[in-house]
């Protein structure tokens, strides 16, 4: 395929708050540079003296600079078919993509970015940044920090992996970073190509439809293409990818609609290489109780539903009885814990613990109830279902950029309640919850809640919105 090698100067490092100020593409085809195009841009803002003695391109000098408008049409046509290739790929691709999608027109391409193929190829060194390496390759560069000269020291750098490298050894490396392998039979590249490059969550179909595979991503194309690279895959995703005849994909505005969505294809389709689907979805949780003396006692139950009020009694929650019982072997232990207490040790009078000097008497009323409790709360703090931290529900709102789609979740005691999907001038009802506690659910909302990243708002609901809600009288915005 072509190669577009690209470098753009940039007013800052963020593509959404940022804007380009030069651009410049060397189009090679056949190894031998067929196209150049190169061109200062008018970003019509102010940028600071600090971006100006890196690039050493003033804001006088883009004053009379085509605002990118006036340089798009030329640019996708030296960008147009080919690899779109720079040193550190991704920022500036996002540049570019962000200045044509302000413009209404969709860009995408395969990228090779040139610090990855370096570290793949000299593993050995420690830094991969474009001045190290033309001084490591003893490249000659002109015009450095300046789009045409960096450009062109990425182009010289690939020609000395040509020149100093064994072709076998490349090939294998530009597999790996470009994400591309063997594909199944039946499965075209460009079908790979038009995938969307948003978060979402993507489902893989065998010879006869059947639902081999659901995953996701934050970014569909690039995590399918890594699934056929056979970089890092075990002997069962190979097999699986082999099978693979159709790929379909379901965007999501951000990275909760993402892990929600995936979770609940993979607990009602049931596909057939996702491991979480092949087991029973049984969960074995240890309920406290209170001992006639006080002392709190742990019942572990085989349970497939847990009702959100009940979830103040649950210390822990577990996905096999294997699991709970090393658990709570480890903590009897860690915690000087009773295994009488605990329900490991079923015999009568002091448990065998206790005979060992593991167990401070609990079981036979040797030590008070208030410090066995203490450390019992001590050692099941980590895994205990956190208290809702709202008075109320809560409205999750996510969107795909400032003006991209939305999606609305409404969510109370750790449910999800509903969802909502933009569609016009209003939204869409997407899916009704149960108001049923989801061990998996809990874990997608709590992480999200308390790590939560990128562009998301989160706000409380009154108990009476719920209940329109339910009654479908309710609906984001209203």
Not at 254 to 264: K, Q, T, Y
Not at 311 to 316: Q, S
Not at 340 to 357: E, I, M, N, T, V
Not at 424 to 438: E, L, Q, Y
Request: hydrophobic share 35%; glycine share 8%.
């Amino acid at each position: 395929m072509p190669l577009a090698i690209v470098d753009v100067e940039t007013t800052g490092q963020s593509a959404m708050l940022g804007k380009v100020i030069e651009v410049a593409v060397l189009r090679v085809e056949g190894g031998k540079v067929v196209r150049r195009f190169e061109s200062l841009v008018n970003p019509e803002r102010y940028f600071s003296p600090t971006i100006e003695a890196l690039t050493g391109i003033s804001n006088r000098d883009v004053v009379g600079a085509p605002v990118f408008a006036g340089i798009a049409r030329r640019l996708e046509a030296v960008l147009e078919g080919a690899v779109f290739v720079a040193h550190n790929a991704r920022f500036d691709y996002s540049f570019l993509k962000s200045e044509f999608a302000a413009l209404g027109r969709p860009f995408s391409a395969r990228c090779l970015c040139t610090v990855k193929l370096s570290r793949r190829l000299f593993p050995e060194h420690r830094h991969h940044d474009l001045t190290t390496v033309i001084e490591r390759c003893g490249l000659t560069s002109q015009n450095r920090h300046r789009a045409g000269g960096d450009a062109a020291a990425v182009l010289a750098f690939l020609r000395h992996i040509d020149d100093s490298c064994e072709s076998e050894r490349v090939a294998t490396a530009l597999q790996q970073v470009l994400k591309t392998g063997r594909l199944p039979s039946g499965l075209e590249p460009g079908e790979l190509d038009r995938l969307p490059e948003s978060p979402g969550v993507y489902t893989f179909y065998g010879t006869q439809e059947e639902l081999l595979y659901v995953g996701k991503s934050i970014n569909i194309r690039d995590r399918v293409r890594a699934h056929f690279s056979g970089d890092g895959s075990s002997s069962r995703e190979m097999e699986m990818c082999m099978q693979v005849r159709r790929v379909k994909a379901h965007p999501t505005p951000g990275e909760l609609g993402a892990l929600l969505l995936e979770s609940r294809f993979i607990k009602e389709l049931s596909p057939i290489y996702n491991r979480m689907s092949r087991r029973r979805r049984v969960l074995f949780a240890a309920r406290q109780s209170t001992t006639r003396d006080g002392y709190v006692n742990i019942n572990l139950e085989e349970t497939e539903y847990i009702h959100p009020a009940e979830a103040a009694a649950i210390m822990a929650i577990f996905k096999s009885k294997k699991q709970a019982q090393e658990f709570l072997a480890g903590v009897t232990k860690s915690h000087i814990l009773c295994q009488k207490l605990l329900g490991l040790d079923h015999s009568r009078g002091a448990c065998f613990g206790y005979h060992l000097h593991q167990c401070k008497g609990a079981c036979v009323g040797e030590e008070k109830a208030g410090d066995y409790n203490r450390r019992v709360e001590e050692a099941f703090a980590e895994r205990r279902i956190r208290a809702w931290p709202y008075a109320g529900g809560v409205v999750i709102e996510e969107r795909n950029g400032p003006e991209g789609e939305c999606e609305v979740f409404v969510v109370d005691n750790w449910c999800l309640v509903a969802s909502y999907r933009s569609s016009g001038d209003g939204f869409d009802r997407i899916t009704v919850g149960s108001h049923r506690f989801d061990y998996d659910g809990y874990k997608i909302l709590l992480r999200y809640l308390t790590q939560r990243r990128g562009p998301a708002t989160v706000r409380q609901i009154k108990r009476e919105e719920l209940e329109a809600m339910r009654n479908e009288t309710w609906w984001p915005g209203v």
